[in-house]
T-cell receptor, first 114, second 114 residues
């Protein structure tokens, strides 16, 4: 399967714990996005990488959230000191460097904070 | 006012019906328009992509963009029970750093009844 993959698919954690999610984009895609989606809502933009550079970060992303993309390949999203309000589906998307760039999504990581 | 408005439904139609899904938007800078399909607990799947105004057809699906009215549509012909899903519109503009972060509608829940 050459699509976007995310790991883990599900995560249950207790409030206050740290969690880390991983995204492996489609190999030739240099752009990578993280979104968050709650039930009944469309996804909300969190952050964007072009290669290894993090070029934009939403103000929705508090300082408890950090994302990295070392070497411009896979990316990680870490949430420190999780809160119940962090419970959501975290989606990763990647896109190629073409004028008709479109974003392809992974299956998401569903986080539940107890 | 949200940048992208989409009626969340739910929309229920009999098998074989023509389905019309719509979004309106307020940001005249949007140039890229997409429709995604999302099954329960899965990531969004790209269905249709349109740049600027016009129509695009792919099998049973037709996407229309009317930039003068800031209105986009997705038509599904000969709808099937397997089309039952949430349909999300998404759009983007060219931003600094080529960040084409997607701005999403809420999604319309569609049920096609056999």
């Amino acid at each position: 399967d050459t699509g976007v993959s995310q790991d883990p698919r599900h995560k249950i954690t207790k409030r206050g714990q740290n969690v880390t999610f991983r995204c492996d984009p489609i190999s030739e895609h240099n752009r990578l996005y993280w979104y968050r989606q709650t039930l009944g809502q469309g996804p909300e933009f969190l952050t964007y990488f072009q290669n290894e550079a993090q070029l934009e970060k939403s103000r929705l992303l508090s300082n408890r959230f950090s994302a990295e993309r070392p070497k411009g390949s896979f990316s990680t999203l870490e949430i420190q000191r999780t809160e119940q309000g962090d419970s959501a589906m975290y989606l990763c998307a990647s896109s190629p460097p073409t004028p008709q760039e479109t974003q392809y999504f992974g299956p998401g990581t569903r986080l539940l904070v107890l | 006012q949200k940048e992208v408005e989409q009626d969340p439904g739910p929309l229920s139609v009999p098998e074989g019906a023509i389905v019309s899904l719509n979004c309106t938007y307020s940001n005249s800078a949007f140039q890229y328009f997409m429709w995604y399909r999302q099954y329960s607990r899965k990531g969004p799947e790209l269905l249709m992509y349109t740049y600027s105004s016009g129509n695009k057809e792919d099998g049973r699906f037709t996407a229309q963009v009317d930039k003068s009215s800031k209105y986009i549509s997705l038509f599904i012909r000969d709808s099937q029970p397997s089309d039952s899903a949430t349909y999300l519109c998404a759009m983007s503009a060219e931003n600094a750093g080529n960040n084409r972060k997607l701005i999403w509608g809420l999604g319309t829940s569609l049920a096609v009844n056999p």
